[in-house]
């Protein structure tokens, strides 16, 4: 069925996800503009804070058809630190935003997290599911989709949440503060150990392919929460195990530990509404997602070796196949019909 493309502002637009979702928004037709609190110059992208919204008027009198809503405080950890942090931008944030879109009459795709669910190892069903998140991460978002489900009741909003479960990039942000995916392959590429909680399994989804289920969320008429996930979970022992045969690293860098507080076992999301809804199904498999982040980490810890033993840059195959490698430049925003 063909889609007409509709104009589209995406908030958090620079983070490891928004980069994606704006280049292939771009890719199939749609007119975009970008909106981040990371500063910038170019056509197209507005500078704001949406805890401060009217920095993003010039964005919303634009006029956009669909509003996806990313920007957030993230992650387990950074929000157990900085719990004011994480209240103020993804609850008072996303109310101004939500009050932006009923001014424009913008549909709004809020983007949840799979962190909802909280700590049960069953399945998470998007459609019967009680969530109980047991980290203020979970709980902020948590509260935000009950404050979008809210604005659709009583105001007319026009709304669909996704909770995406597990998505992850060769091209993101590395650090310990990230997920187990980049973590494990920047670690283990450079001969430093990670620890797997015995007994965790996750799907993992990449980025690419939550592009275009994000992208799809614009289209749906009717409010509901759907899961966006791979179906194919597996043991983070296993992930692991192939991440050292990739990367040619020592099995016995990999240690075994029981779970932490505040996190969840098992991640097994429902994906039945992900395909009734959205008509997606994801195309990169887990072998190739990580054939893809060990080349870049691998690449990323050479260069770091040759960097530290005063070489010359290094420049390989790695490099050329991913683009999106930390030293690569962005590309060009293509014109958005903004000013």
Known sequence: MRREPYKALVIGAAGNIGTRLVAHLRAVGHDVVEADIKPGLREGYVVADITQPVDLLPAFDWGPDVVFHLAAAVGRTTCEQAGALAVSTNLMGLGNVLQLCRRARATCVYFSTSEVYGPSDTVHDDAASRPHPNNRYGL????????????????????VTVRPCMIYDERETVGEHRSAMIRFASNLARGRRVTVHAGSARGWLHATDAARAIEAAGYVREYATINLGHPDVVPMQQLAAMMCAELGADPGLVTVESLPPRMTLVKRPTLERQRALLGFEPAVSLAEGVRRVCAVQAWAAARD??????GPRVVDAAEAAYPGSPTAARPAAAASGFA
């Open 140 to 159: 902020s978002k948590y509260l935000g989709e009950q404050l979008v489900e809210y604005e659709v009741r009583h105001t007319g909003l026009r709304a």
């Open 305 to 310: 070796r040759a960097a530290a033993d005063g």
